[in-house]
């Protein structure tokens, strides 16, 4: 089986969860159309502090989902199953965004390890992988140039590719080159993820699913998490980059809505 997978997603409060729902399902089955046999279609969240969609789904789906979509339990609590009346389902993973204090981000897939923001990044890291999360330096616009990006590489030199990830994401225009610490990073071993990255007005959760990875998964049944983690990992195969990163202009157009509020 073939997971698709976004796995820097948000779900802020002003979504349409039917759009961002239906727009997951359309744009993780385009990432690799190529594909043979069954694929498995997964969104991994990336919550800041102050979002907690996670766990309000969570707390309701035994009694409601949303008009369009279903919202179930999964073996794990960190998982739910999000599916649709034509029986097609995906998964919906918990997992968190941490600012540190060199104001980089660092994403706990898989898992909520209680990490607060503004701490050392390395520090950082290391807490959310004690804490049962996969941790993954994110790329994102602006924050991998100037003397960050000396932090970045610190980073990368300090850690194992066995122990940290490495994000990049729709915002990353197409044609701009790939970032060094990026090139790095792929030199080294790291295991690179993508995703979108929506941001915090209405109508970005149309871009859910529209960039990711694709990887071989495992399905031995019961809890979906250790299989998800293999995955995501690199332990099943190669993680391969798919979809598409927004032009230019679009990245330009969605800074600033956010800038001026949505």
Request: glycine share 10%; charged share 25%.
């Amino acid at each position: 089986m073939t997971l698709l997978a976004d796995t820097h997603v948000h779900l802020y409060d002003s979504y349409n969860l039917d759009t961002a729902f239906s727009s997951a399902f359309a744009n993780l089955s385009r990432l690799r159309p190529d594909v043979p046999g069954p694929t498995c279609l997964a969104l991994f969240l990336a919550e800041r502090r102050d979002c907690h969609a996670f766990d309000r789904l969570r707390e309701h789906c035994t009694t409601s989902g949303t008009s369009r979509h279903r919202i179930d339990t999964t073996a794990d609590d960190r998982v739910l199953s999000i599916s649709r009346d034509d029986g097609r389902s995906l998964l919906l993973v918990a997992g968190r965004q941490i600012a540190t204090r060199e104001r980089l981000e660092v994403l706990a897939l898989l898992g909520e390890p209680g990490v607060p923001d503004g701490g050392d990044i390395l520090d950082t890291i290391g807490r959310v992988s004690e804490g049962g999360a996969v941790p993954v330096l994110a790329w994102a616009p602006g924050k991998w140039t100037g003397h960050r990006e000396a932090v970045v590489r610190s980073v990368l030199r300090a850690s194992s590719p066995t122990r940290l990830l490495v994000g990049d994401s729709s915002m990353r225009p197409r044609g701009w080159p790939v970032p060094a610490p990026l090139r790095e990073a792929e030199r080294q071993g790291f295991v690179v993820v993508a995703g979108t990255d929506p941001l915090p007005f209405r109508g970005q959760e149309s871009v859910i699913g529209r960039y990711g990875i694709s990887v071989d998964a495992e399905t031995r049944g019961g809890s979906p998490l250790p299989d998800l983690r293999a995955s995501l990992t690199g332990a099943t195969g190669p993680v391969v980059v798919a979809g598409q990163r927004d032009s230019l202009a679009s990245v330009a157009v969605r800074l600033v809505r956010h800038r001026l509020g949505g």
